[in-house]
T-cell receptor
Framework: DADVTQTPRNRITKTGKRIMLECSQTKGHDRMYWYRQDPGLGLRLIYYSFDVKDINKGEISDGYSVSRQAQAKFSLSLESAIPNQTALYFC???????????????FGPGTRLTVL | DQQVKQNSPSLSVQEGRISILNCDYTNSMFDYFLWYKKYPAEGPTFLISISSIKDKNEDGRFTVFLNKSAKHLSLHIVPSQPGDSAVYFCAASKWTGNQFYFGTGTSLTVIP
């Protein structure tokens, strides 16, 4: 079984709809992240969480919210989806290396979201 | 403003030859760097990393070089194999920071 799973894998929705993307991990990591990938822009950080009670905005948090329901679960919500939120969304986890920032990040397979 | 840049969107190399992927960064505070590899329909997977106290790190066919004065790193793959065909992302962070900054990716095609 995959260590980091994302549901759904593909989603088509309409402008104005609320949508939630879910991420679960079995790696036992404290840190979880949401990124989006757009052509020509690489991966950009939306939100990150270092433990269940910790939520932080990344580079591009506007229009998004997150919920860390448990150590293993981190959800991303689009309250009112718009077409420029069409992108590939990745969840990632990492361990907490003592004395410094994260080391390797482990990514889920991605969710392709299309907003019409 | 893109703090990590990969100026070559694509690269084609013959099997058995060397592949060199380049990455530049603008933030002199970055001191930890990674390369990720991504196949279609999959998430990125970690390949190799380097901290700023080193200028080279090797792992099998993969070597990363860091030139701090030029704010430049490169990934060398020798010899290149068709299975190396993927998109490669470089990423940078401060060792005491909270997030990684990713480049835009380079699509490598290794021609058999």
């Amino acid at each position: 079984d995959a260590d980091v799973t994302q549901t759904p894998r593909n989603r088509i929705t309409k402008t104005g709809k609320r949508i939630m993307l879910e991420c679960s991990q079995t790696k036992g990591h404290d840190r979880m992240y949401w990124y989006r990938q757009d052509p020509g822009l690489g991966l950009r950080l939306i939100y990150y969480s270092f433990d269940v009670k910790d939520i932080n905005k990344g580079e591009i948090s506007d229009g998004y919210s997150v919920s860390r329901q448990a150590q293993a679960k981190f959800s991303l919500s689009l309250e009112s989806a718009i077409p420029n939120q069409t992108a590939l969304y990745f969840c990632a986890t990492s361990d907490n290396i003592a004395g410094g920032t994260t080391d390797t990040q482990y990514f889920g397979p991605g969710t392709r979201l299309t907003v019409l | 403003d893109q703090q990590v840049k990969q100026n070559s969107p694509s690269l084609s190399v013959q099997e058995g030859r060397i592949s060199i992927l380049n990455c530049d960064y603008t933030n002199s505070m970055f001191d930890y760097f990674l390369w990720y590899k991504k196949y279609p329909a999959e998430g990125p997977t970690f390949l190799i990393s380097i901290s700023s106290i080193k200028d080279k790190n090797e792992d099998g066919r993969f070597t990363v070089f860091l030139n701090k004065s030029a704010k430049h790193l490169s990934l060398h793959i020798v010899p290149s194999q068709p299975g190396d065909s993927a998109v490669y992302f470089c990423a940078a962070s401060k060792w005491t920071g909270n997030q990684f900054y990713f480049g835009t990716g380079t699509s490598l095609t290794v021609i058999p």
